[in-house]
């Protein structure tokens, strides 16, 4: 019930292209849900977020489009550049004041072609 | 880049050998959180400190143990070391639910 299902496990997509990637959850207490972007021998640093009482949330190119009801929630990113070739990670959390703590999903490696 | 820092960035360590891993949080974080991701791997949540205090610990053994302090850096302890514990591990500061990750160190056992 603590696990978040990521798919797809790699991803190609030429460039200007959208990439879809799309996670999936058990626990209805989880209640924020962010994604996060790592590039190899770097820390993963923080995308976007949602959370469950918005179905939809963009910033610039990048886009969660969130079913409360299918527990599921996916990352798509528009215009897609060889500068956004990384992994990617979606997680969920829950907890209180600064106490929240992440599971994390398998991870997605994106790889646009110029 | 985050303001999370962590000490030192490789280590190379033999079978049951102890190791500690140094993170300083980001200004004005109360919260540090330690994950370890093995190759090709998601972030996987070793333990949680808010405050000083231990909030919340992932499926590890008792070997792996950590420490807040009041500055609310942390360090993370692992002891008889084993050759599955070689992986990158990771901080992350926060204050609410946004978390902050360091760079990581990359931890390799021999």
């Known amino acids: 019930q603590q696990q978040v299902k990521q798919s797809p496990q790699s991803l190609i997509v030429q460039k200007g292209g959208i990439s879809i990637i799309n996670c999936a959850y058990e626990?209805?207490?989880?209640?924020?849900f962010p994604w996060y972007q790592q590039f190899p021998g770097k820390g993963p640093a923080l995308l976007i977020a949602?959370?469950?009482?918005?179905s939809e949330k963009k910033e610039g190119r990048f886009t969660i489009s969130f079913n409360k009801s299918a527990k599921q929630f996916s990352l798509h990113i528009m215009d897609s550049q060889p500068g956004d070739s990384a992994t990617y990670f979606c997680?969920?959390?829950?907890?209180?004041?600064?106490?929240?703590?992440?599971?994390f999903g398998t991870g997605t490696r994106l790889k646009v072609l110029a | 880049e985050t303001g999370v820092t962590q000490s030192p960035t490789h280590l190379i360590k033999t079978r049951g050998q102890q190791v500690t891993l140094r993170c300083s949080s980001q200004?004005?974080?109360?919260?540090v959180s330690w994950y370890q991701q093995a190759l090709g791997q998601g972030p996987q949540f070793i333990f949680q400190y808010y405050r000083e205090e231990e909030n919340g610990r992932g499926n590890f053994p008792p070997r792996f143990s950590g420490l807040q302090f009041p500055n609310y850096s942390s360090e993370l302890n692992v002891n008889a070391l084993e050759l599955d514990d070689s992986a990158l591990y990771l901080c992350?500061?926060?204050?609410?639910?946004?978390?902050?990750f360091g760079p990581g160190t990359r931890l390799t056992v021999l």
């Open positions: 949602i959370r469950p009482d918005v």
């Open positions: 200004s004005g974080h109360n919260t």
């Open positions: 992350a500061s926060s204050q609410y639910n946004e978390q902050f």
């Open positions: 997680a969920a959390s829950t907890g209180t004041s600064g106490t929240y703590k992440y599971i």
């Open positions: 626990n209805t207490a989880f209640d924020y």
